[in-house]
């Protein structure tokens, strides 16, 4: 039996293709039990039917406070058993409810070298701020945003020719190669114990 990963996601999906096509290409031994959007429009959906996961749209009602919302998606979540919840540009923030429901089982991908850049516009602060190294981080979750225990990181150097579109680019590429090498060993490691 592979084990079972969840997938949120609230946009394009690129890093959850990168996780599909890892598995297709025999590198990463898990099975996508569902990938869930927070948006009924989120191009990652198509990813995911056209590859036959199954896929979930979980809206946020009006009126529904974050907890409400969470406990709708902890209820989804549970239904299919995951041994890792994997965040690919799922744009909500978690309560505090749904990070100790799933202590330790939830990764999220981020698009600076943190601590540095939490949030939004990362690549605008590098180059704003001159760096001369960028990249992305994979970190557990826990309620303060961006700040959980990080797991891996990839580094580019920034060129004096990068745009935010350029950045934007070449980080992606390391995201899509340190995300489903990053769930391996997670789930190697983890399966050890
Ligand atoms: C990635 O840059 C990731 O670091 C951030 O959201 C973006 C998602 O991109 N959390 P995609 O939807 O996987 O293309």
Same mark, same amino acid.
């Given at each position: ?7 949120l ?49 979980l ?35 978690? +309560?505090?409810y749904?990070? @100790? %429901? ?10 600076? $070298?943190? =601590? ?5 516009h ?5 180059l ?31 060129? +004096?020719?990068?745009?935010? @579109? %350029? ?10 190669? $340190?995300? =489903? ?13």
């Open positions: 039996m592979k084990p079972k990963v969840v997938v996601i609230s946009g394009n999906g690129s890093n959850l293709q990168a996780i599909i096509d890892a598995i297709e290409a025999g590198q990463l031994n898990v099975e996508i039990a569902c990938v869930i959007s927070d948006k009924a429009d989120a191009y990652g959906l198509q990813r995911a039917e056209k590859h036959q996961i199954p896929t979930e749209i809206t946020k009602q009006t009126q529904e406070t974050r907890e409400q919302y969470d406990e709708r998606l902890i209820t989804l979540i549970q239904q299919y058993q995951p041994e890792l919840i994997v965040l690919a540009g799922f744009m909500r923030i978690l +309560s505090k749904f990070v @100790e %429901t799933f202590t330790g089982k939830i990764i999220n991908i981020h698009p600076s $070298l943190l =601590p540095k850049y939490p949030g939004l990362t690549h605008q602060q590098v704003q701020n001159g760096d001369t190294e960028h990249g992305c981080t994979i970190h557990y979750v826990t309620e303060d945003v961006d700040a959980g225990e990080i797991i891996a990181q990839a580094k580019l150097t920034v060129n +004096s020719d990068d745009t935010e @579109e %350029t950045l934007k680019q070449r980080v992606h590429a390391l995201e899509h190669q $340190l995300y =489903p090498a990053t769930i391996q060993k997670y789930l190697n490691e983890c399966r050890s114990d």
